[in-house]
């Protein structure tokens, strides 16, 4: 008899606390606004916004422009845009190819990174489209002036006989010295040889510690890939 009541009481125990745990989730996923959907529409949703949805840009061309066409009236933003985005493609071309082929400085380093990461496995990246490109940042400091663009852009990844569509972004550095006398060592932005992607320490010095190129040959002269990084 005690026995049989004891079954009883443990098995309203557990119903209750069934009950209360449901509630509980129900109230959480209303907060969140997932009422009526269950965990697996949850799942589903979170996945079509990790694939279908563009990276967003936060552009401050309307903040930068004007001053950017004040220092540099033959400089055209547009081209820039244009330029990253063909680094880009080449970069992801590279990756698939596993070779870094005639990519230099930042752009090589970021590939041969990506080849290592994806080691011995092949890949390719397939129907690539660009959304997007924006100028984010503009720096000028010691001498020395970087343009930052950000690029949005989607992939299907083929790897592992899997194909799954992506969405990323990354951002690109161009760097160009626009009065050498003002260089001094003490600036706030990290310069990389043009040729290896190593960092530079000094403009003073003529050679890249590295690989020994002539630095002062190539900066100067254009806007050059200084960084190059997914974020
Ligand atoms: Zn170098």
Known sequence: MYFL???????LF????YLVIRFRIRRFLNQFGFSGMNIKDIVEEARLEDEE?????ASMESIYLKQIH????????EEMKKKAEIIIMDCYQAISKKSVGSLKGKAKAFVEEKIQEFADKPIAFQNF??????LSKYRKESGIVVLTFSTAFEYYLEIDGSNKK??????????SVWDFSKCS???SISIHCPNCGSPVSSLQGNHCDYCGSVLLKDFGKVFICNDIVQY
Do not use: M
């Open 5 to 11: 009541i004891g079954v009883i009481v443990l098995i």
């Open 14 to 17: 557990i119903l209750i606390l």
């Open 53 to 57: 949805i563009p990276k967003s840009l």
């Open 70 to 77: 004040k220092d540099f009236p033959e400089l055209s933003v």
């Open 129 to 134: 489209k660009i959304h997007n490109t924006v």
């Open 166 to 175: 992506i969405q990323d972004r990354v951002k690109i550095d161009f760097l």
């Open 185 to 187: 060592s003490a600036h």
